[in-house]
Nanobody, 122 residues
Framework: QVQLVESGGGLVQAGGSLRLSCAASGRLFSTYAMAWFRQTPGKEREFVGVISGSGGTTNYDGSVLGRFTVSRDNAKNTVHLQMNSLKPEDTAVYYC???????????????WGQGTQVTVSS
């Protein structure tokens, strides 16, 4: 069982940066792939980025590639999402999730945080 708690959301102007954090409790954190998803009202949850358990492999959605970076600190059971060059269309509730598999499909993630709101003003 893994419990996840996100933090770091807020309001930022377009072009600015935010860093989201996700703290995990439970055992064997380093065995889980950790992903970030986001969701806006009326839309399905969409994949943002994922990092492997070791931290050696990442994958990103094309809309954030080059702007967002996922990293993790297995010693501290945390994963981060560094968001740069933010755009109004990045506005969403951001969720971190954990899975035993390095995949992009939200259905493969059994563990989720409560989400944190990110709002980018134009």
């Amino acid at each position: 069982q893994v419990q996840l708690v996100e933090s770091g959301g807020g309001l930022v102007q377009a072009g600015g940066s935010l860093r989201l954090s996700c703290a995990a409790s439970g055992r064997l954190f380093s065995t889980y792939a950790m992903a970030w998803f986001r969701q806006t009202p009326g839309k399905e949850r969409e994949f943002v980025g994922v990092i492997s358990g070791s931290g050696g492999t990442t994958n990103y959605d094309g809309s954030v590639l080059g702007r967002f970076t996922v990293s993790r600190d297995n010693a501290k059971n945390t994963v981060h999402l560094q968001m740069n060059s933010l755009k109004p269309e990045d506005t969403a509730v951001y969720y971190c999730a954990a899975s035993s598999y390095f995949v992009l499909n939200s259905g493969a993630y059994p563990y989720w945080g409560q989400g944190t709101q990110v709002t980018v003003s134009s």
